[in-house]
């Protein structure tokens, strides 16, 4: 190979990984496959174990790392069929987010090729459930300049992201015949009035982020129509947008003691230094910058659109995947050089 791939060389690779199925709790085939490239490529190979059967990849080039290139490598189910049409490539992953790793390897590849030393990947799992891999990962005895961390961004760099509260709500009620209201207590409508109490509320904005968001993206519970729900369940989403104790706090009083809370998981927004002479953005959701960020100053860039993430036709149009290679390319000479 020569040093910058050809469009049809970098499709070929990508459709390779995308064809290796890396569900979130299930990257341990990609973690091996990306190991054996890395390994045949010339690069040092170290795991960081996460949990059983998962890891993180600690990619060097065998001096200390200056900047490390650093993403996810699971993605949202389901797994899907992997295809080409013109320069799009389809499948899970295409743009969140192993477009974006193809053209960082691409760009450090030719970085080593010209003899530049202190190149690095940090490539971790979990993150579209927990950010177990980032949270592990701060354990890592590595002192980078820069964390280039790749999110699909349309190669814009990240000058904000915002903060997240994930959690569940059950309730519990007494079944009854729903004739006789006074013989029973619908789970449920204790349920739907506390989350109606959360929508009502009014929460912080900021200038640059805008406002708190929320999302009840699942609802469950019940037996029939004509029975008091006997137990109820919700998972919520907040995008938060300024520091989320304060708000969790909130949640916790109006929610009250008749509303439990299960499995919160959250993260304050998170402010960059981005470049003043590159294009840039802020964006709505979420990534493991907030734990990577304890490791060293993060830039958060990378090829592909987040609206097409997690969607049945997620994909990434390869000139954007070549414009992401210069950009990385360049944002790694610059920290380098700081």
């Avoid at 439990?260 to 002479?277: C, G, L, Q, R, S």
């Amino acid at each position: 190979m020569t040093t910058n791939l050809d469009t049809a060389q970098l499709a070929a690779i990508l459709k390779e990984w995308l064809g290796v199925d890396s569900t979130s709790g299930e990257e341990r085939e990609f973690l091996e496959h990306l190991e054996a490239f890395f390994a045949d490529d010339g690069w040092t190979i170290q795991r960081q174990e996460v949990a059983p059967n998962r890891w993180n990849l600690l990619v060097g080039d065998g001096t200390p790392a200056k900047v490390l290139f650093s993403t996810h490598v699971d993605t949202v189910p389901p797994f899907l069929p992997v295809r080409q049409e013109d320069n799009t490539v389809y499948g899970r992953g295409a743009c969140d987010t192993k477009g974006g790793l193809v053209a960082m390897w691409a760009a450090a590849r030719r970085l080593k090729n010209r003899g530049v030393e202190g190149i690095g990947f940090l490539l971790v799992v979990g993150e579209e459930v927990d950010h177990c891999g980032a949270k592990i990962a701060r354990q890592l005895d590595v002192q980078p300049t820069r964390i280039i961390l790749c999110e699909p961004t349309q190669n814009r760099v990240v000058r904000a992201q915002r903060g997240m509260i994930r959690f569940a709500l059950r309730t519990t009620g007494v079944a009854g015949h729903s004739a006789f209201p006074n013989d029973g207590t619908s789970a449920i409508h204790r349920l739907l009035d506390g989350i109606e109490r959360l929508r009502q509320t009014t929460w912080p904005t900021d200038d640059i982020l805008g406002e708190t968001t929320i999302n009840v993206g699942v609802i469950e519970g019940g037996v029939a129509a004509n029975i008091f729900a006997p137990t109820a369940r919700a998972e919520l989403l907040f995008r938060a947008v300024s520091p989320v104790e304060p708000m969790i706090e909130r949640v916790e009083e109006l929610l009250g003691d008749e509303i439990e809370i299960e499995d919160i998981i959250y993260n304050d927004p998170v402010f960059f230094d981005a470049p003043d002479d590159l294009e840039s953005c802020t964006v709505p959701f979420n990534t493991d910058a907030t734990y990577l960020a304890e490791l060293g100053p993060v830039w958060l860039v990378g090829p592909g659109d987040i609206r097409c993430a997690h969607s049945d036709d997620e994909r990434i149009d390869l000139n954007e995947l070549q414009t992401g290679i210069d950009l990385y390319e360049t944002l790694a000479s610059r920290a380098l050089k700081a």
